[in-house]
């Protein structure tokens, strides 16, 4: 089992009561010890990138000082140690997310061209006139623009699953309202990017596959910050982004159920995905090789090695438990703010590590840009969800997002920073 997790006594990121140590995990990250503005940095910008340990910074430059090679097809030992490590981290990946076997991990550049691929290979070849397709109003833009772009070309129909006044999905009418004899594919987040809601997406996967409906999960927030076991889901696809759980950008993962990957077409042609070619034609490589591509992103998918190792060791469900502590905390402090609206469900069994929120007096981006002058780094504006942010009525909200280096003094900094961009702001408006 992935969370086996070795006890407190031999393990230093693990406190005697199981909790995860953050002051020890802090120190693994370099980037906290900077100031901004003369102010320690309390980067609460999390959903929208992680920050990196040593760990995953020191392997990133090993690979180049050590044995920077390409991979595959090199019979030298550099080309087979960096081959190895490529090879290891998928199979490190498949562990993580519960995958059967390494052959379901393909590695793409980010969550966003992991649903590409889906909409270009298999949306392409099985997506027809009238066909219809099934997202919700909460769907980052990664995964509503390219189902709409393939209903477009397909002449194919989108259904979308709207929002109750907890930001939570309305499944009034579901199944029976969106799932028809035309539904050919179920594609959902996990966790909403834009206010911090988890869906109940095992329940409605299973629903969508009792009646032969491909599934695709963007897992872009659940991966980082929760257990995810792809055969306890029972999706086909969960796409996500090594850059949100420690590691670089530039790799992201798209999981696939192996009978569908191998009967997909490939999405990108050329090196490293043929098994042979002729000036006929060509065949294509196994499956993940398949799917990619060209010279991958060897260096970051190495290093992207060594942010799961990282986050095994801490164990998924003690990160999972931190953020709510965190939240739980935050959420409480932040309900005493005057007037303040905070988007998402009251139960935090119910969300993430994510609080939109806004406070009338003051413009997002206003807040965000005082509270930047404390130190403290959170988002504003629509957070790639347009279509939600219109359901809000908003053209915005602040957003504070935590992980495992954060922490309940840096909550406290955030409502401290709140608090005097507040005063500061009703006294410029008075003047
Ligand atoms: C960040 C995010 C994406 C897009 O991830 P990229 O790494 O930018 O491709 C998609 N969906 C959700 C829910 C996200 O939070």
Not at 190 to 199: A, D, K, P, Q
Not at 314 to 332: D, N, P
Not at 362 to 369: A, E
Request: charged content about 20%.
């Amino acid at each position: 089992m992935r969370d086996s997790i070795p006890t407190h006594l031999n393990n230093p990121y693990i406190l005697p009561d199981g909790s995860l140590n953050v002051e020890r995990i802090r120190q693994d990250f370099p980037i906290l010890q900077r100031k901004v503005h003369g102010r320690p940095l309390v980067y609460l910008d999390n959903a929208a990138t992680s920050q990196k340990p040593v760990q995953v910074i020191d392997a990133l430059a090993d690979f180049y000082r050590r044995y920077n090679a390409n991979i595959h097809r090199a019979i030298h030992c550099l080309g087979e140690e960096a081959t190895n490590a490529y090879e290891e981290t998928r199979a490190k990946v498949a562990r993580f997310i519960g995958a059967p076997s390494p052959d379901c991990i393909i590695f793409v550049r980010n969550t966003t061209e992991a649903i590409n691929l889906v909409a270009y290979t298999w949306g392409r070849s099985h997506i027809g006139p009238g066909d219809e397709i099934v997202l919700t109003e909460m769907e980052h833009h990664s995964n509503m623009v390219p189902w709409q772009r393939l209903a477009q070309e397909k002449g194919a129909r989108l259904r979308y699953i709207g929002i109750n006044h907890e930001q939570c999905l309305d499944l009034d009418g579901w199944p029976h309202a969106y799932l028809t004899e035309r539904t050919k594919l179920l594609a959902i987040g996990h966790v909403s990017n834009g206010v911090g809601t988890i869906h109940p997406v095992k329940e409605m996967v299973a629903e969508a596959r009792r009646r032969g409906i491909v599934t695709l999960i963007d897992g872009a927030q659940s991966v980082p910050h929760m257990p995810v076991n792809v055969q306890d889901l029972g999706c086909d696809f969960l796409a996500f982004s090594a850059h949100k759980m420690l590691g670089p950008t530039g790799v992201g993962v798209l999981y696939g159920r192996l009978e569908l990957l191998v009967e997909m077409e490939p999405f990108l042609s050329g090196g490293e995905m043929i098994s042979r070619v002729t000036l006929e034609g060509a065949q294509w490589a196994h499956v993940p090789w398949k799917f990619e591509a060209g010279t991958p992103n060897i260096a970051d998918v190495i290093a992207f090695g060594a942010a799961i190792d990282y986050l095994s060791q801490l164990g998924m469900e003690r990160v999972r438990a931190h953020e709510m502590e965190l939240t739980s905390y935050a959420l409480s402090r932040l309900r005493q703010l005057e007037e303040i609206v905070i988007y998402g469900p009251q139960d935090i069994s119910q969300r993430g590590g994510v609080i939109s929120f806004n406070l009338p007096s003051i413009h997002p981006h206003d807040l965000g840009t005082l509270l930047d002058r404390f130190g403290v780094a959170i988002r504003t504006g629509h957070h790639c969800n347009q279509p939600l942010m219109r359901r809000l009525g908003v053209a915005g909200t602040a957003r504070a997002s935590f992980y495992v280096y954060n922490t309940f003094q840096e909550v406290d900094t955030l409502i401290e920073a709140i608090d005097r961009a507040q005063a500061r702001f009703r006294g410029d408006n008075a003047r």
